[in-house]
T-cell receptor
């Protein structure tokens, strides 16, 4: 079983839809969870991060972590064509020098 | 503030050739990383460094070497290039704590 599993999609939704992106993981030691957005032919950029379980909201984006189920989610409300990108989940055991482990990424297209 | 700068942006190598991918950051970050990204495969860690003079292997280090003589620079060396090393290479850096990574714009390498 891979440490981090993420459905690669592609996922295509109409503009204004609510998008749900998900990752599962196997390592119960993971405590820090991040979502990166990567536009085509660009480097990933940090979108949101959370520590341990719970929710975090930033504008149209909400990140959720359920450590008991080893499951994390990213919700995008009122999706826009500019949200079209690949979304990568990432996680690590601590905030220090333990490198992030990334999911494969989910490619999202928001159709106007 | 340039962030993380990678050079070159594109390169075509012949099998057996060698090259160095350059990475420089100007944020005084302690930690630096090299990842490779293959289509649909997410980001895989090649090497990382927690400070000048200290490097460690990641998930896929074979065929690569690194050095970290200064805080700013973290070059990745490919010896005897093989077609399996055709990929997009990303360098990233981070500070202690939980701020996420800053990625460079990537180097697209093709080995023919």
């Amino acid at each position: 079983q891979k440490e981090v599993e993420q459905d690669p999609g592609p996922l295509s939704v109409p503009e204004g839809a609510i998008v749900s992106l998900n990752c599962t993981y196997s390592n119960s030691a993971f405590q820090y969870f991040m979502w990166y957005r990567q536009y085509s032919r660009k480097g990933p950029e940090l979108l949101m991060y959370t520590y341990s379980s719970g929710n975090k909201e930033d504008g149209r984006f909400t990140a959720q972590v359920d450590k008991s189920s080893k499951y994390i989610s990213l919700f995008i409300r009122d999706s826009q064509p500019s949200d079209s990108a690949t979304y990568l989940c990432a996680m690590s055991r601590n905030s220090g020098n333990t490198p992030l482990v990334f999911g494969k990424g989910t490619r999202l297209s928001v159709i106007a | 503030n340039a962030g993380v700068t990678q050079t070159p942006k594109f390169r075509i190598l012949k099998i057996g050739q060698s090259m160095t991918l350059q990475c420089t950051q100007d944020m005084n970050h302690n930690y630096m990383y090299w990842y490779r990204q293959d289509p649909g495969m997410g980001l895989k860690l090649i090497y990382y460094s927690v400070g000048a003079g200290i490097t460690d292997k990641g998930e896929v280090p074979n065929g690569y070497n690194v050095s970290r003589s200064t805080t700013e620079d973290f070059p990745l060396r490919l010896e005897l290039a093989a077609p399996s090393q055709t990929s997009v290479y990303f360098c990233a850096s981070s500070a202690p704590g939980f701020d996420g990574y800053t990625f460079g714009s990537g180097t697209r390498l093709t080995v023919v």
